[in-house]
Nanobody, 127 residues
Framework: QVQLVESGGGLVQAGGSQRLSCTAS????????MGWFRRAPGKEREFVAG????????DYAVSVKGRFTISRDNAKNTVYLQMNSLKPEDTAVYFC????????????????????WGQGTQVTVSS
């Protein structure tokens, strides 16, 4: 079982930046591919970004590509989501996710790919 705890959410103005952090309880953090999802008001939960076990590979939703950066520090059991040039439409609850992966370079894109989820952190972007 992996427990994930997100932090870093809050209120930010449009055009601003925010960094989310997610710390995992598992010592074998480097065996897990990680992801960030979000759920905006009235919308389905959607993939935002994913990172492979090694951190070598990353991928993003089209809506955030070029503005958001996912990274990880395996020594700290932590994954980050750096969000720049934030827009009101980025307002959502952001969830950190994890799944055990046998492949060093794999990224996963759907809800069902990830058995472990954090509790979510609210990000609100004001116009």
């Amino acid at each position: 079982q992996v427990q994930l705890v997100e932090s870093g959410g809050g209120l930010v103005q449009a055009g601003g930046s925010q960094r989310l952090s997610c710390t995992a309880s598992k010592r074998t953090f480097s065996n897990y591919a990680m992801g960030w999802f979000r759920r905006a008001p009235g919308k389905e939960r959607e993939f935002v970004a994913g990172i492979s076990r090694s951190g070598t590979n990353t991928d993003y939703a089209v809506s955030v590509k070029g503005r958001f950066t996912i990274s990880r520090d395996n020594a700290k059991n932590t994954v980050y989501l750096q969000m720049n040039s934030l827009k009101p439409e980025d307002t959502a609850v952001y969830f950190c996710t994890a799944r055990l992966s046998s492949m060093l370079g794999s990224i996963y894109y759907t809800d069902s790919d990830y058995p472990y989820w954090g509790q979510g952190t609210q990000v609100t972007v004001s116009s």
